[in-house]
T-cell receptor
Framework: NAGVTQTPKFQVLKTGQSMTLQCAQD?????MYWYRQDPGMGLRLIYY???????DKGEVPNGYNVSRLNKREFSLRLESAAPSQTSVYFC?????????????????FGPGTRLTVT | QKEVEQNSGPLSVPEGAIASLNCTYS??????FFWYRQYSGKSPELIMS????GDKEDGRFTAQLNKASQYVSLLIRDSQPSDSATYLC??????????FGGGTRVLVKP
């Protein structure tokens, strides 16, 4: 049981290049998320997909696009990379909806992709 | 004002002591809070969740929530060097989304 997997683990891009970060989960979760993490900033939500066929913007969506390819896979695309997109990117997944009494389902994180844009 | 605020630390704690981490939030509507632990170079992992005012204990960890004062805290009893990590506080936003604080780095010294 692999959980949440991400590829690649590391990537260096030049300004203006494009690339797609891949994410897959084998837990049959409905919801998937893309975050970026910068020093001292915690995790910031880029895009999320509440269920297969739906996607929505998070806190910092500019410069990114996403595709929910199927229930398992959720990809993040940088069309024209900028140095400001240098970060660690995490994909996460969870069950959908509320766990009851104001709770939420736990989000499980992938190992992350370290992206440097020069 | 950030929605979720944490002291970045580092919080230096002797082995065996209690580490006390605090988190404040700006949204009075927030109902659910979470503490994640993140080792250097690794992904976050959930260690505690709390929804109701008061204390919730799980092993050496105790989460405390005070909605009137808008803060949530995490106590780590009998701190071990393996507890050295960054601890992220998060609150539930709309849907199943989470808003994270910047994290507090904890160093447990033998």
């Amino acid at each position: 049981n692999a959980g949440v997997t991400q590829t690649p683990k590391f990537q260096v891009l030049k300004t203006g290049q494009s690339m797609t970060l891949q994410c897959a989960q084998d837990m049959n979760h409905n919801s998937m998320y893309w975050y970026r993490q910068d020093p001292g900033m915690g995790l910031r939500l880029i895009y999320y997909s509440a269920s297969e066929g739906t996607t929505d913007k998070g806190e910092v969506p500019n410069g990114y696009n996403v595709s929910r390819l199927n229930k398992r896979e959720f990809s993040l695309r940088l069309e024209s990379a900028a140095p400001s997109q240098t970060s660690v990117y995490f994909c996460a997944s969870s069950e959908a909806g509320l766990a009851g009494a104001g709770g939420v389902y736990e989000q499980y994180f992938g190992p992350g992709t370290r992206l440097t844009v020069t | 004002q950030k929605e979720v605020e944490q002291n970045s630390g580092p919080l230096s704690v002797p082995e065996g002591a209690i580490a006390s981490l605090n988190c404040t939030y700006s949204d009075r509507v927030s109902q659910s809070f979470f503490w994640y632990r993140q080792y250097s170079g690794k992904s976050p992992e959930l260690i505690m969740s709390i929804y109701s005012n008061g204390d919730k204990e799980d092993g050496r960890f105790t989460a405390q929530l005070n909605k009137a004062s808008q803060y949530v805290s995490l106590l780590i009893r009998d701190s071990q060097p393996s507890d050295s990590a960054t601890y992220l506080c998060a609150r539930k936003a709309a849907g199943n989304k989470l808003t994270f604080g910047g994290g507090t780095r904890v160093l447990v010294k033998p």
